[in-house]
């Protein structure tokens, strides 16, 4: 999803893959004023995990990209606060099963 300073949406809704390379998604942009804005994107890694990050590009001459523009949700896999924990007593918890054996 793209969208501008104000949080609107300026992507057209449409992704589509590209035939010559199936790892790259398109979407169509609405007409773009000069300024700052945020894309958000979201998919499923080929192992099953859920993947995101966001990215900001600024469209005019000497546009100042504002680091508060982006979501706080970076490219790694963790979105929110228990989910590294979460993980770690997960892998601990089969390592134990697996050591049991």
Avoid: C
Wanted: aromatic share 8%; glycine share 12%; charged share 20%.
């Amino acid at each position: 999803m793209v969208s501008d300073a104000s949080g609107k949406r300026r992507d057209t809704g449409v992704t589509l893959p590209d035939p010559a390379d199936w790892r790259q998604l398109f979407t169509s942009l609405q007409q773009l004023e000069p300024g700052a804005y945020s894309v958000r994107w979201r998919s499923v890694s080929t192992d099953g995990h859920v993947i995101a990050g966001t990215f900001t590009f600024g469209v005019g001459a000497g546009t100042r990209l504002d680091a508060s523009l982006a979501p706080s949700e970076t490219g790694g896999a963790a979105r929110n606060e228990l989910d590294i924990p979460r993980r770690w007593l997960t892998l601990l918890a089969s390592a134990l099963v697996a050591g049991g054996f």
